[in-house]
């Protein structure tokens, strides 16, 4: 029987990288290691591979230098956290969630591998949007400005995409229909207007939902 042909060098050390990127830093992971390896040796790999500090070092220069992040990349930030914070606030998740999209995308992603830190920001912006309904001050600062409940018309398109998606993912579906809702309106309307597109973006989100339930395990 013959083997088939070994991977490449370099394949395997980027594999090995990006396992050890997820570890520091599981939304960015994918984005973070490509950022990394472009334009570098092998060696140089191994030499991220070979001291922890090293590594941590350069990806939280990469993660730093992410200040405006493109839609694809808010979308998985949104997914990932909105998961994350379903954990801890059920009730106001989706609210929460959009008050901590808000912070720098580097304060984001430590929130995402710090579940103290996290936790924290919770409490705060969930206090800050009570206050906020209720009509009180806005003094902890976590978002730049309070978020309002969801509109009618993305609750309409939550019901829509809720009944595409049940038949498939029927212990899901509500999650998945919420981490969807964190992407902007316009672009929740081309989403549901494309059928594969919508299931590209379904799919992302169920990897991103078992992916934190794993990690949880």
Same mark, same amino acid.
């Given at each position: 029987m013959e083997n088939g042909p070994l991977p490449e060098t370099r394949e395997v050390l980027c594999e090995h990288l990006l396992a050890k990127v997820r570890y520091l830093n599981p939304a960015l992971a994918d984005q973070v290691t490509d950022m990394l390896v472009v334009n570098i040796s092998n060696k140089e790999i191994i030499d991220l591979l070979t001291? $922890?500090?090293f590594l941590e070092e350069n990806v939280e220069k990469i993660v730093a230098s992410i200040s405006?992040? $493109?839609s694809e990349l808010r979308e998985s930030l949104?997914?990932?956290l909105f998961q994350a914070v379903s954990v801890l606030e059920s009730e106001l998740c989706a609210q929460v969630t959009g008050m901590l999209l808000e912070l720098p995308i580097p304060t984001v992603t430590r929130l995402l591998s710090d579940v103290e830190a996290l936790k924290e920001a919770v409490n705060k912006?969930?206090?800050e949007y009570l206050?906020?309904?209720k009509g009180g001050d806005h003094t902890t600062g976590v978002p730049s400005a309070p978020p309002v409940p969801l509109s009618n018309e993305k609750e309409e398109l939550g019901e829509v995409i809720y009944e595409k998606i049940v038949s498939k993912y029927p212990s899901e579906a509500a999650k998945l229909t919420g981490m969807l809702l964190q992407m902007d309106y316009k672009d929740l309307v081309r989403v549901i207007a494309?059928?594969?597109l919508l299931m590209k973006k379904v799919e992302l989100a169920v990897s991103v939902l078992r992916a934190e339930c794993e990690n949880q395990s």
């Open positions: 001291s $922890d500090a405006e992040p $493109d949104g997914m990932s912006a969930r206090n206050r906020f309904v494309e059928p594969e």
